[in-house]
């Protein structure tokens, strides 16, 4: 009937991951998808940095662990299944809702507002494992794949919610195991896939929003540096240089990683894209601390620790982050030889940060800045000579 075709045009099922669109766009859907999450992102960066030690850091890392695992089953859904029927932007639209209401109970914590996030998070763990589940009720050759995510996300939010009602001593059991639920079903999933001869590949497209997503948390960080700055009482002349050298760190970070990894593709096949999309954890998180610690850096609110060793480490992590990612894309046949000297520069480039974080150098904040510039200066400067020794 004609009725049922223009409702099928409306509320379509789901496009057939086995059917991908070509040369496909990032949508400007998709992008207001991840502004809202940058909301989330921010707010949970903004408490580290106003009450860090270990437990709020692990409170933060749990958090973005969450909220990526979110993230990413929204974005992989929207790049395998999405179309441009209104089904497509109202389950985007419901879930940037879900996720809008989890940074305002943010705001909210400790005490009662530990109950209303679990709350939030049992609302996004039900609505993506609707969305999986959907996918397998349009489509019964999805079903077998898509069973693993439904079984194991269920189970996931019967732990959050008895985390509700048991004593806070069982947390230390049930988060390692919502954690393990969440992201276990890719790996099952890929013995499953090579049984049928079928294989996924990260698209181009998704690889470009995980690229701006981690643009996003850059921003996080300049942010960092303005508020540090932003919050200095007198600005003095030692007061911009700090903030030129801050900044000048900022971009030197941004250069080193979309320098090795943009306009590159992943390799091919379901396991590789899962082990690059989980690579973006560690290295999204050291943005985060980078971000923290440069806010401490300038307003001296740090008792419980140094903003020092925490920036070393972030940027020891991230940079390590960028050498493992590296072992994951694929690269033009004549830059294939420097792939070894690339990646090993940058851990031990890493190497010198985190050695320099244990010896505890008591040092200015000029001196460390304009130290720390001139180690990423000369890794970049390496690297160009890499560069251009090749193209010569």
Same mark, same amino acid.
């Given at each position: 009937m004609p009725f049922r075709k223009s409702a099928s045009a409306w509320w379509g099922p789901p496009r057939k991951f086995d059917m991908p669109e070509e040369s496909r766009r990032v949508s400007w859907l998709e992008l207001f998808y991840d502004l809202v999450y940058v909301i989330a992102i921010a707010r949970i960066t903004h408490h580290l940095s106003a009450? $860090? =030690?270990?437990?709020?850091?692990?409170?933060?890392?749990?958090?973005?662990?969450?909220?990526f695992w979110g993230w990413l089953n929204g974005s992989l859904y929207h790049d395998l299944h999405g179309n441009d029927g209104l089904r497509?932007? %109202?389950?985007?639209?419901?879930?940037?809702m879900i996720i809008a209401a989890l940074s305002i109970t943010l705001d909210h914590l400790p005490g009662q507002g530990y109950a209303n996030l679990t709350i939030v998070f049992m609302a996004m763990q039900l609505y993506i494992t609707y969305l999986w589940w959907s996918v397998g009720f349009y489509d019964r050759s999805h079903r077998r794949y898509n069973l693993p995510y439904t079984i194991l996300y269920l189970i996931s939010l019967i732990l959050m919610g008895l985390s509700l009602v048991l004593p806070s001593s069982w947390l230390k059991l049930i988060i390692p195991l919502v954690l393990i639920c969440n992201y276990a079903p890719p790996f099952i999933s890929q013995a499953l896939l090579r049984q049928g001869d079928v294989d996924l590949d990260l698209s181009s497209s998704m690889f470009e929003r995980l690229g701006l997503l981690t643009i996003i948390v850059f921003g996080e960080v300049v942010i960092g540096v303005v508020n540090g700055i932003g919050g200095i009482r007198e600005l003095g002349l030692s007061a911009w240089l700090n903030f030129a050298l801050a900044l000048s760190i900022v971009f030197a970070l941004w250069w080193i990683f979309f320098t090795l990894i943009s306009r590159r593709e992943p390799k091919g096949g379901?396991? =590789?894209?899962?082990?690059l999309e989980l690579l973006y954890i560690p290295a999204l998180i050291s943005l985060g601390?980078?971000?923290?610690?440069?806010?401490? $850096? $300038?307003?001296?609110?740090? =008792?419980?620790?140094?903003?020092?060793? %925490?920036?070393?480490?972030?940027?020891?992590?991230?940079?390590?982050?960028?050498?493992?990612?590296?072992w994951l894309l694929e690269l033009p046949d004549r830059f294939r030889r420097l792939h070894r000297h690339i990646r090993v520069s940058l851990l031990l480039t890493a190497l010198v940060f985190?050695?320099?974080?244990?010896?505890?150098?008591?040092?200015?904040? $000029?001196t460390f800045l304009l130290g720390a510039l001139a180690i990423l200066l000369v890794e970049m400067i390496?690297? =160009?000579?890499?560069?251009?020794?090749l193209m010569n």
């Open positions: 009450h $860090f =030690n270990l437990e709020s850091f692990l409170e933060y890392m749990v958090l973005f662990i969450l909220i497509t932007r %109202l389950m985007t639209l419901w879930q940037m379901f396991l =590789n894209a899962t082990l601390l980078a971000a923290v610690s440069f806010t401490s $850096f $300038f307003l001296e609110q740090h =008792n419980s620790y140094s903003p020092e060793t %925490l920036f070393g480490y972030a940027v020891a992590i991230f940079l390590a982050c960028i050498s493992l990612m590296m985190l050695s320099a974080t244990l010896a505890h150098l008591e040092v200015g904040v $000029f390496y690297l =160009n000579s890499l560069y251009y020794k």
